[in-house]
């Protein structure tokens, strides 16, 4: 069982920073890949970033160059960096774990079986 809680989202102009974090508990060692997803109204769920227990990453291509996940394994804990927001950004995000080990992770959001509640992050145009 892992258990996961997002903070740090809130409302910013475009152009701001937002640093969102996901609190990890349970059995950590289980979170071989971990993510982040977003889900605007009326859309499908995406992946944002992911990052593997390696510490490689991955990014949606709408994001890269502006967003940055990483992770404090002392502090259990999962970061998303996000600069230069801009107002298609805005949608409520979740951070993720897959809780098996593969080589590569995946950006399939079905993949994913510990999810936290989201924390909403909403850019004015």
């Known amino acids: 069982q892992v258990q996961l809680v997002e903070s740090g989202g809130g409302s910013v102009e475009a152009g701001g920073s937002l640093r969102l974090s996901c609190a990890v508990s349970?059995?950590?060692?289980?979170?071989?890949?971990m993510g982040w997803f977003r889900q605007a109204p009326g859309k499908d769920r995406e992946v944002v970033a992911t990052?593997?227990?390696?510490?490689?990453?991955n990014y949606a291509d709408s994001v890269k160059g502006r967003f940055t996940i990483s992770k404090d394994n002392a502090k259990n804990t999962l970061y998303l960096q996000m600069n230069s927001l801009k107002p298609e950004d805005t949608a409520m995000y979740y951070c993720?774990?897959?809780?098996?080990?593969?080589?590569?992770?995946?950006?399939?959001?079905?993949?994913?079986?510990?999810w936290g509640q989201g924390t909403q992050v909403t850019v004015a145009s």
């Open positions: 993720a774990a897959r809780g098996s080990w593969s080589y590569r992770c995946s950006s399939r959001s079905a993949q994913y079986i510990f």
């Open positions: 349970g059995y950590t060692d289980s979170t071989y890949c």
């Open positions: 990052i593997h227990s390696d510490g490689s990453t």
